[in-house]
């Protein structure tokens, strides 16, 4: 199953992220593929808001993981620094807990991720525009995508 959103501007993203945190349940992991400043931190900053997490989310570029606390924990990945690194850092057990799990550039971890996942591509269209590909493995994420109203 799959469902495409376009967005307009960054607040429109982080609507759609916000939308997409409130409707997380725990253990879930959604995966963000997108070229740099595709988007994929500004959806995530919406995310947390679902989540009622009240700190600001920034890149987490130079440090891998953050963790954010709210109704649920945010787990916060961005693995584009770990390119061609293959070391065990503990994530597996991190992504198996029971906070959302959220991973930026997710190919250079794809065999820790299970089979269900949100697996969310970004797409540039134009300067403010982007296009969102929500595609659902797992009935658990099915669940999620047909409740989106966007
Ligand atoms: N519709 C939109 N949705 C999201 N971001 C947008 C949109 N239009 C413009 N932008 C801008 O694009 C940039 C997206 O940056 P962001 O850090 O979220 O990207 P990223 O995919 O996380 O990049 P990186 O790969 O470097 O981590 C921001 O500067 C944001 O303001
Ligand atoms: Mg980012």
Redesign the pocket.
Known sequence: MEKIVK????K??KELGKQLGLLAKENMVFT?T??????????TQGIAKGLNIEKTVS?P?FTILKIYHGRMDLYHF?V?RLEGLHQDLGFEEMIDGDGLTVI??PMYIQDMIGEEFLEIE?KFIE????EFVLKANGKAYEELLGEIQL
């Open positions: 967005t307009n501007k960054p429109e993203t963000l997108g070229d740099l400043g595709a988007g994929k931190t500004t959806l890149s570029t961005d584009y930026e550039w970004i300067e403010e525009v982007r």
